[in-house]
């Protein structure tokens, strides 16, 4: 049984940040969970961009303090208990992933923000940072997300993309136990990354086919099995699979099925291919138009 029972959202109080704080209190809501929103304050230069960014004035943290709080009564529904804390003197991912690990935070909530190629390649975004990082869950709101529900509820639609690794096994838990509370639809999808457009001799064409399309039958079997029987009973249960790239695929095929959540197991990447390649997790955090929650196994 997974429990959410204390959600960090970082924030810099910018309309990305005050969508993803709104999601935040949805999901507080729905959990009766405990609510930290949490600031990384700082001057002259973001600390995004430096590892030890300059300390604040006693007078300066406690303005910090004033402003977080005032931007959170703006988004937060009467009566709603949201806890604020204000962190300086060290770099923002630094600080946020200490925050979630010294609590401990059974989620992060945080916003994407549009960065242009060049600077996610020499920096990433502290979203992207943050969920290699976090040692739980991250749920990454897009700037292009709809906006949260008024009132506390479940996501109704939920894609799960599965690639049979242990992160998509847990993954997959995460997505099992959200369509469960929402009693909709939760759609499991795998990806083959096969090159189909390739010219082939045409004595091989035919068979590499064959193989291509017994290998796919077995794969949704395999998917299928995934789910208990008893899952079908509370949820209508889709299982699909699909060829191309795999971040595309996933964010076409969320879109097409009208997915309110993607649901994905985060791998551990070396920095050098981060760099140079990404990963179909941050491609998917960064090209997806709904929250995306990000599950290590």
């Not at 962190?87 to 925050?99: F, K, L, Q, R, S």
Request: negative net charge; aromatic residues 6%.
């Amino acid at each position: 049984m997974i429990e959410i029972q204390r959600i960090l959202c970082p924030v810099d109080r910018s309309l990305t940040s005050g969508r993803a704080l709104d999601y935040g209190l949805m999901l507080a809501g729905w959990y009766e969970a405990a609510l930290t929103a949490f600031e990384v304050a700082w001057i002259n230069a973001p600390p995004a961009t430096i590892a030890s960014p300059p300390g604040l004035s006693p007078a300066q943290l406690q303005d910090f303090e004033a402003d977080l709080r005032l931007f959170v009564d703006r988004h937060a529904p009467a009566g709603a208990a949201v806890t604020t804390k204000v962190a300086h003197g060290a770099a923002a991912v630094t600080a946020i992933v200490e925050e979630a690990r010294a609590w401990p935070a059974d989620l992060i909530v945080i916003g994407t923000h549009g960065h242009s190629g060049f600077e996610r390649f020499l920096l990433g975004s502290v979203a992207e940072k943050t969920l290699r990082k976090a040692p739980c869950p991250v749920l990454t709101i897009p700037p292009s997300a709809p906006g949260a529900p008024a009132q506390p509820q479940p996501f109704t639609s939920i894609l799960c993309a599965v690639d049979f690794s242990p992160a998509s096994s847990r993954a997959l838990e995460y997505g099992l136990q959200l369509a469960q509370e929402s009693g909709r639809r939760l759609t499991l999808l795998h990806v083959f990354d096969w090159d189909e457009d390739r010219l082939l001799p045409a004595q091989f064409d035919q068979a590499t086919r064959q193989i291509r399309d017994e290998h796919r039958e077995a794969v949704h079997d395999r998917l299928a099995a995934l789910v208990p029987e008893t899952a079908r009973t509370w949820c209508d249960v889709r299982v699909m699979t699909a060829t191309g790239r795999p971040h595309e695929e996933v964010v076409r095929i969320a879109a097409q099925e009208g997915a309110d959540l993607i649901v994905l197991g985060a791998h551990g990447r070396r920095t050098l291919d981060l760099i140079f390649f990404g990963s179909t997790t941050n491609q998917v955090v960064r090209s997806a138009t709904c929250p995306v929650l990000t599950v290590r196994a």
